[in-house]
């Protein structure tokens, strides 16, 4: 069977009415969202405060379509694309970290490299943030967020419909 990854996003903003305005520009290229998390304070940090502003939330969103692990660079150019949509006075109204979901990992794409992070194109990084081993595991470099394991369930969830996809496919 070709390996398959599910794209995944993290969306920080403190617009969160804008949540189904956004996933509908984002589902054009990625398929129908399928797992929508619950919003979660964003407070571990300060860093995208003087961009976007106070109180901030992260939800975390998986989407229907299955695709090769190569296209996870196109995701990052997708997400950034839908990011511009909404600047405000050049300054971004949300932040929209994409990635991907299988069966042993959670995986975000970024523009920042960091020396746990691997490069994968001009400009674009994985950044490796949890391992599955009978549950979810961060690693040390992982967001506090991620971490703390406020997204754990909605991660099992992702993980568990990507694996009913697989399974379909396979007995198709």
């Known amino acids: 069977m070709k390996p398959s990854i599910k794209p995944i996003v993290g969306i920080i903003t403190s617009e969160i009415d804008l949540l189904d305005e956004v996933l509908s520009r984002l589902e054009r290229f990625f398929g ?9 304070e964003f407070d571990h940090t300060s860093y995208y405060e003087p961009e976007m502003g ?5 939800c975390f969103v998986s989407f229907s379509n ?3 692990p190569a296209s996870s660079t196109w995701f ?5 694309g839908v990011e511009a949509f909404y600047l ?3 300054k971004r109204r949300m932040n929209i970290d994409p990635g991907y979901i299988d069966a042993n990992k959670v995986v ?7 020396g746990h992070k691997i490069p994968v ?3 674009v990084w994985a950044d490796f943030l949890l391992w599955y081993n009978k549950g979810w595991v961060a690693h040390p470099w992982a967001f506090p967020d991620f971490r703390d394991g406020g997204y754990f369930k909605t991660f099992m969830r992702m993980r568990l419909a990507f694996k009913k996809q697989l399974k379909s496919l396979s007995e198709s």
């Open 76 to 80: 990052k150019e997708k997400a950034s």
């Open 66 to 68: 299955l695709l090769p």
């Open 32 to 40: 129908e969202r399928d797992v929508v998390g619950p919003w979660r």
């Open 121 to 123: 194109a001009e400009g």
């Open 88 to 90: 405000s006075g050049g």
């Open 54 to 58: 106070p109180g901030l939330k992260r």
């Open 108 to 114: 975000l794409m970024t523009g920042k490299d960091g």
